[in-house]
């Protein structure tokens, strides 16, 4: 209940979080990868299934280390009571620093200027700060180029009065790629962290994210960032880690219908049919995760079978029922879980429409209440009404 608002009357389309299943999956991660120790990723609200609840999960469960993209995420992390070592993996500008540190958040480093320029920030402040450098191997993105490693060295050892240098890391582009490629990109990372070994004995390499954790063991060095794993993403790939997922994402039916030959289903006639067609009508459309490409590729559960997906707006889905006997106004209907015997994988879905999952849980509006479980009890909720 919220403010005497019962969201399973009021809010049609919402998402339910096990988090028995997220905890199970982070024990597995931590049994599989030790001794290197799990950075959980909870940027994008921990990937659209919500930052604070799985947080605080999390850190009942001993974890003490976490990962967000953004300082403003980092601080609704604190603000939420989280202890642990923050680290920011994305973009930090010197204008920040000074929010940065009192919120006690680590960023990441790719340039001296910036390591300068936190120093300054320790300094000022009287207490020294902790950093990690970032190495960009081939990504295009954040970081330090490998050639620079001598440079950041000189910076690290500079600042070495005011800063702690917690770790050293970098993001593969393409861990699904050859050997070959991935290789490269691991030898680019090793030949940045060298002249800093004999330096900074204790310093923390890190490199693998899910995909490298399920195909690259010997990448595990110090820690793994895990993101997609952790909330039980399937990706395909054999491992001895029994994972599950973690999210459903439910719907309900709001309209039955037929429409006869000739009709049209959605904007700028998207689609316009040759047949009697029944559809059903749900309530939620792109501002939920599911866009246009998902048209005429993606299916739901209704009704214990798939009913393609036919029609998309902002707010309206329409699946077309036509061949699923007995679908009626309020059914309950499955975008990512289980029904009956089926069963969707989010990792299907957002493949189904050309995204990643990441797009999809992230593009999914926060008007879709989040209701957290565990032992099959309702134990938290973020919503509009709460
Ligand atoms: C720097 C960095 N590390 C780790 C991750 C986690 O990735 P995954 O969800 O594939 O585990 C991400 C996600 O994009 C990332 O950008």
């Known amino acids: 209940m919220n403010g005497g608002i019962d969201v399973h009357s009021v809010s049609l389309t919402r998402m339910e979080i096990d988090l028995d299943a997220l905890l199970h999956n982070y024990r597995e991660i931590v049994k599989h990868v030790a001794p290197a120790q799990v950075v959980p990723v909870v940027k994008s609200e921990a990937y659209g299934h919500g930052a604070v609840p799985i947080a605080r999960a999390l850190q009942e469960e ?4 976490m990962a ?3 300082v403003d995420e980092g601080i609704q992390l604190r603000r939420a009571g989280i202890k642990g070592e923050i680290m920011i993996l994305g973009v930090t500008l010197p204008e920040q620093f000074s929010a940065m540190a009192e919120h006690r958040l680590t960023p990441s480093l790719g340039e001296t200027e910036n390591i300068a320029l936190w120093a300054r920030t320790a300094q000022e402040r009287g207490e020294k700060l902790p950093y990690h ?6 990504l295009g993105r954040l970081g330090f180029l490998p050639d620079k490693a001598e440079r950041a060295l000189s910076a690290a050892l500079s600042t070495a009065d005011r800063l702690v240098l917690r770790g050293i890391h970098s993001h593969l582009s393409h861990p699904e790629g050859t050997l070959e490629h991935n290789a490269r990109e691991l030898a680019r990372y090793e030949s940045f962290c060298r002249p800093f070994l004999a330096h900074f004995p204790d310093v923390a390499r890190h490199l693998a994210a899910s995909q490298a954790v399920l195909r690259h063991p010997h990448m595990y060095f110090d820690l793994v960032r895990v993101g997609g794993l952790l909330y039980g993403f399937d990706y395909g790939v054999p491992t001895p880690m029994n994972l ?5 994402y439910k719907t309900r039916v709001g309209q039955v219908k037929t429409i006869p030959a000739g009709w049209g289903i959605g904007y700028d006639l998207e689609r316009v049919v040759d047949k009697p067609t029944t559809l059903a009508l749900l309530p939620l ?9 998902h048209v005429g590729k993606a299916s739901f559960l209704v009704g214990g079978e798939f009913a393609p997906l036919v029609g998309i707006c902002t707010d309206f889905a329409m699946l077309d029922v036509s061949n699923i006997a007995g679908v009626q106004k309020g059914d309950e209907v499955v975008l990512v879980g289980r029904q009956g015997p089926r069963e969707q994988k989010v990792i299907e879905l957002a493949r189904a429409g050309g995204i990643s999952t990441s797009q999809l849980l992230g593009r999914a509006a926060l008007r879709v209440p989040r209701v957290f479980f565990r032992d099959g009890r309702q134990v938290d909720e973020l919503s509009i009404l709460a």
């Not at 450098?133 to 081939?138: A, C, E, F, M, P």
């Not at 599950?244 to 459903?248: A, E, F, H, K, S």
């Not at 459309?285 to 490409?293: H, L």
């Open 244 to 248: 599950r997922p973690v999210l459903t």
């Open 133 to 138: 450098l970032k190495v960009d191997v081939g």
């Open 285 to 293: 459309g792109w501002s939920d995760g599911v866009g246009s490409t």
């Open 62 to 65: 001993g974890c003490r280390h």
């Open 68 to 70: 967000v993209a953004m």
